[in-house]
């Protein structure tokens, strides 16, 4: 199947405007709107679409797609949906039918999880992991190394419906457990776990736990322990787990 | 990119007995079934099945797809599907990879999010707001002016599985908070507000405030204020937000 | 419409060394990998991709696509991606929008909902029904005749990230409620029935009921009641409900 790698497939439309890298793989029945830049070795899968229009599309005649920059090395799986006006940083890598709306920022080597919907103008650091089906409201702010696992919510409306829009942030290596809900304006400290289910609507100190509905603070993340002892400090999870991290070489150079 | 417009687009297939109104879009690759009717002026995105046909259809011999009516200046984003036997008034508007089946009916003026799933055999009012992930039970009702939050859950079986299946009703202007639950037959009123992440398992009274696992009454909608001052009283929200609603215009005369 | 049936449709890319059964339907813009076996009469709709490569395809030169098996009689709905690697039973049936990983193994008789997300190298016992928007984890395991209803999370890591997965068991005849999360490890004893929205971190023992953020025993099921009076005792449901079940026939012949 390595025959696919590099090449155009087939019914594919490139409108455009477009610039893609050197060995770029672009899956059949892709299309790829008005000036879109995929960098170099990137892997677009089957029947995604890229640079999808703004709301403006629909209804003014002068409407003009701003750009799109997908960063080298990354891997767009197939039925993902990425917006005109965002741009990626390298390595950038998405599952299945991942939806990202407009003018969104992602640093490097950043993963976002099959069926998130990341609603758009949001800051992502690097290193970042979003697992399966995150909801990410607009304006949400989420810095370096965070985790969102899978069926997160942040919300960004304290009194729904309203013009008083503001999303949460999420600072460096915190893990925001399955099923959380995240309130508007909340900030979620580095290193603090958020427990699955929970729903935060108060500021999480770092090195904090919280869990429960409403979230309450349960422990320091120092406190918590492995059942199975397996590990002698889950957390910070920094100070064991490596996979993917700009520590992972590190580590492996003094293992040598 | 304004050259899409008004056009079908390439590798569209559309079967027999098919209505096309004026200045319809077709995307490319879109799927249109027997007995489909589109109005005047509706955008429907690319990768999209309209008229997807019912269970019967695998079985039966002599199955008939029932008709799809989409209503004038609809918008239905890609990758969204669409059974055969549903109605939907006009300016409807779908986010992305949006599955509605069959034999549902909705309003004028409503917006369902990307990857909302309605389970068809609803009954939908006008100018309702389901934002993403947003899971709708079959029988289920929803009545005019409701905002369904993400990842909002309307379950109907009271003792899952079983054929006592029944719906909840959720009344004008009620607004669901992100990820809650509603359990079968609960009855919503009209004005209230469930609490983000909450599990609702008795009728909720109008202009009430619920929340928690299950959920209990905190206060009416008027007790509700807003932390950053910028609105006197958020609730009931018509008397404030008209975006997108019938008396958006009236205020502006207002206004003037 | 049925002149679609047992036909391959239009733009479809069909790899090497893949095996149709007789009176297989391949859907419109569908993509089978190679080494992908497909039994007789199964129908796989529009949109869908069948074998998706391993990550490793994207790195290794010499990737070898493993083989995926679909059994007989099998519905595979639109815009359904399912990876190389797995094997399912007779009358597999998926929704729209379903992605499976690799490795996992269905057996007969098996339901996935619409936007469900199935991890990988988990174990689906025979006539499990998981409804819309559910999420199982790698390594998960689930008995026979389990229910899992809409948004179910099925989680792997009991402090994350790190290397220490291990997915919850679920057993025989279990129901899992709505919006409902699993921890991992965690045990769901047979028959037993968890309330929608509860956080279970603890194992549960058979014929229990457990709800709440976390979850709490409440009482055996067979203390629950219909309020409706419809059913005398709604658990254990195999005793009164039968559709699409082995016991279906039985039943209908004891009622002659």
Redesign the interface.
Same mark, same amino acid.
């Given at each position: 199947?390595?025959d696919i790698l590099g090449k155009v497939g087939?019914?594919v439309?490139i409108?455009a405007n477009v610039k893609l890298g050197k060995h770029v793989t672009i899956g059949? =029945?892709t %299309?790829v709107? /008005?000036n879109v830049e995929i960098g170099n070795s990137c892997?677009i899968g089957? =029947?995604c %679409?890229l640079g /999808?229009?703004l709301a403006a599309?629909?209804h003014e005649?002068d409407?003009h =797609?701003p750009p799109l920059k997908i960063g080298n090395n990354s891997?767009i799986r197939?039925?993902s949906?990425i917006y005109a006006g965002s741009t990626f940083g390298e390595v950038f890598e998405t599952?299945?039918?991942v939806?990202i709306r407009e003018c969104s920022q992602f640093g490097v080597h950043c993963r976002v999880g099959?069926?998130s919907?990341i609603?758009g103008y949001v800051k992502v650091g690097d290193y970042c992991?979003f697992h399966?089906?995150v909801?990410v409201?607009q304006t949400s702010i989420i810095k370096d190394y965070v985790?969102l696992?899978?069926?997160v919510?942040l919300?960004n409306d304290?009194?729904?419906?309203?013009?008083?829009i503001q999303g949460p942030t999420v600072e460096e290596y915190a893990?925001v457990?399955?099923?959380a809900?995240i309130?508007a304006r909340v900030k979620i400290g580095r290193d603090s776990l958020v427990?699955?289910?929970?729903?935060v609507n108060k500021d999480v100190p770092a090195y904090t736990v919280v869990?429960?509905?409403?979230a309450k603070v349960l422990c320091s993340v120092h406190d918590?322990k492995?059942?199975?002892g397996?590990?002698e400090k889950?957390?910070p999870?920094r100070e064991?787990?490596s996979?993917g991290y700009p520590w992972e070489d590190e580590e492996e150079n003094v293992a040598k």
């Open positions: 199947m390595s087939e019914n439309r409108h059949d =029945n %299309i709107y /008005e892997f089957p =029947n %679409i /999808e229009p599309f629909y005649k409407y =797609n891997i197939s039925d949906i599952g299945h039918k939806t099959t069926l919907d609603q992991r399966s089906s909801f409201a985790w696992l899978p069926h919510v919300t304290p009194h729904p419906p309203s013009d008083c893990v457990g399955a099923g809900i309130m427990g699955a289910q929970a729903l869990a429960g509905v409403p918590i492995c059942k199975e397996r590990l889950p957390y999870w064991h787990y996979k």
